[in-house]
């Protein structure tokens, strides 16, 4: 099995357009935002070029009301001209390649009056001639290509023909709630209803931490914090990285509560949006894919977390993110208010609590 860990969009879709012109069986991606700009249309013209016969792309229907990470129907947006231009370069996108060779499905719908919105499906995969799988955090969009992130890259059939399973299943409208294990890395796809059955594995592991936990994370919230908190209460040293500049402002300053609440170290990346989602237990287990680590992977999305637990893949992992990431970040040591964090907290609890109660698609 050879893994590799691929760091922000230009390594990621350097080594995906050389697998992609290679294929010769079929071509597989799935992604939550598909956006007809550069990115978007980058990709499928490499797909285009390919003589494969099977090429399908999944989309959630999330573009149906996000692009370029603006929501459409918010009254200031409404008459964005270029927004309006962006949505129109999507749809044009999606049907000339269902015309051309590759077919193109949404996922998801969003339901009357967005009621479905939350329930989203979350993941970002590539799979190429049942051989090549990628997994991580980035979507195809000149947006989510500026932001860091990072995907992995395993070549492995077994693992391959899995993850076509849960494609093929996604595509036909059935999501799995599934654990497989092979050598030395696990995957757990959450089917967006039952996902706490798959959480719970990846929280005996904190709960099993003795040493460190590291965590990156752009928008982490409980069940995951009270985890990490339990893990400081027992001495295991939390360190937590996360955006400065973080495109969903509101996660900000309850990131400071949580953090300060919880004894946590907290770290800001500096420079771009950080979109990568990692956590690393005891430098033993690494778990990555497509998870914010949040109350809504929890509860309402359908996603992909993947465990690594070979020494080897850990050790790129600290070299290619965890040391340079380190770098980058600078440690916070600011003010926050109480009284403000806690409402924040309060915000997000009543949001979710909602969440659980809408009828799903």
């Given at each position: 099995?050879?893994?590799?860990?691929?760091?922000?969009?230009?390594?990621?879709?350097?080594?995906?357009?050389?697998?992609?012109?290679?294929?010769?069986?079929?071509?597989?991606?799935?992604?939550?935002?598909?956006?007809?700009?550069?990115?978007?249309?980058?990709?499928?013209?490499?797909?285009?070029?390919s003589?494969?016969?099977?090429k399908?792309?999944?989309?959630?229907?999330?573009?149906?009301a996000?692009?370029n990470?603006?929501?459409?129907?918010?009254?200031?947006?409404?008459?964005?001209?270029?927004?309006?231009?962006?949505?129109?370069?999507?749809?044009?996108?999606?049907?000339?390649?269902?015309?051309?060779?590759?077919?193109?499905?949404?996922?998801?719908?969003?339901?009357?009056?967005?009621?479905?919105?939350?329930?989203?499906?979350?993941?970002?995969?590539?799979?190429?001639d049942?051989?090549?799988?990628?997994?991580?955090?980035?979507?195809?969009?000149?947006?989510?290509?500026?932001?860091?992130?990072?995907?992995?890259?395993?070549?492995?059939?077994?693992?391959?023909?899995?993850?076509?399973?849960?494609?093929?299943?996604?595509?036909?409208?059935v999501?799995?709630n599934?654990?497989?294990?092979?050598?030395?890395?696990?995957?757990?796809?959450?089917?967006?209803?039952?996902n706490?059955?798959?959480?719970?594995?990846?929280?005996?592991?904190?709960?099993?931490?003795?040493?460190?936990?590291?965590?990156?994370?752009?928008?982490?919230?409980?069940?995951?914090?009270?985890?990490?908190?339990?893990?400081?209460?027992?001495?295991?040293?939390?360190?937590?990285?996360?955006?400065?500049?973080?495109?969903?402002?509101?996660?900000?300053?309850?990131?400071?509560?949580?953090?300060?609440?919880?004894?946590?170290?907290?770290?800001?990346?500096?420079?771009?949006?950080?979109?990568?989602?990692?956590?690393?237990?005891d430098?033993?287990?690494?778990?990555?894919?497509?998870?914010?680590?949040?109350?809504?992977?929890?509860q309402?999305?359908?996603?992909?977390?993947?465990?690594?637990?070979?020494?080897?893949?850990i050790?790129?992992?600290?070299n290619?993110?965890?040391?340079?990431?380190?770098?980058?970040?600078?440690?916070?040591?600011?003010?926050?208010?109480?009284?403000?964090?806690?409402?924040?907290?309060l915000?997000?609890?009543?949001?979710?609590?909602?969440i659980?109660?809408?009828?799903?698609?």
């Amino acid at each position: 099995m050879n893994i590799e860990i691929l760091v922000d969009s230009e390594n990621f879709f350097n080594r995906l357009k050389k697998d992609i012109q290679q294929a010769h069986s079929n071509i597989y991606v799935q992604a939550m935002t598909f956006e007809g700009d550069k990115a978007g249309k980058e990709l499928c013209q490499i797909m285009e070029s390919s003589p494969t016969q099977d090429k399908r792309v999944l989309i959630d229907s999330y573009i149906k009301a996000i692009i370029n990470d603006r929501f459409l129907y918010a009254p200031k947006n409404l008459f964005d001209t270029e927004l309006r231009n962006e949505v129109k370069e999507t749809n044009a996108l999606i049907d000339h390649i269902n015309n051309n060779g590759i077919r193109a499905k949404l996922i998801n719908p969003l339901g009357p009056l967005l009621i479905h919105f939350a329930f989203r499906n979350h993941k970002k995969m590539v799979l190429i001639d049942d051989r090549i799988t990628y997994v991580g955090g980035l979507n195809f969009s000149d947006h989510n290509y500026a932001w860091h992130d990072m995907m992995i890259r395993i070549e492995n059939t077994d693992i391959a023909l899995f993850m076509k399973q849960d494609f093929l299943s996604t595509w036909h409208g059935v999501n799995q709630n599934v654990k497989k294990s092979f050598e030395k890395i696990d995957f757990y796809i959450c089917d967006g209803k039952s996902n706490d059955l798959m959480f719970n594995s990846i929280f005996e592991l904190i709960d099993s931490a003795k040493h460190s936990i590291y965590i990156e994370s752009p928008y982490i919230s409980f069940p995951f914090y009270d985890k990490l908190r339990r893990a400081g209460e027992r001495g295991v040293a939390v360190n937590l990285l996360t955006p400065g500049n973080n495109n969903k402002p509101f996660m900000q300053k309850y990131t400071y509560w949580e953090a300060r609440r919880s004894n946590i170290n907290l770290r800001l990346y500096t420079g771009q949006m950080s979109h990568l989602k990692a956590i690393l237990i005891d430098d033993k287990h690494l778990v990555v894919g497509s998870s914010n680590f949040d109350c809504l992977s929890y509860q309402a999305q359908q996603e992909i977390v993947v465990v690594v637990h070979d020494p080897d893949i850990i050790n790129q992992f600290k070299n290619k993110i965890l040391l340079p990431d380190w770098e980058q970040s600078i440690h916070w040591t600011g003010k926050t208010s109480s009284v403000f964090g806690y409402f924040r907290y309060l915000q997000i609890k009543s949001i979710c609590s909602l969440i659980c109660k809408l009828p799903r698609n």
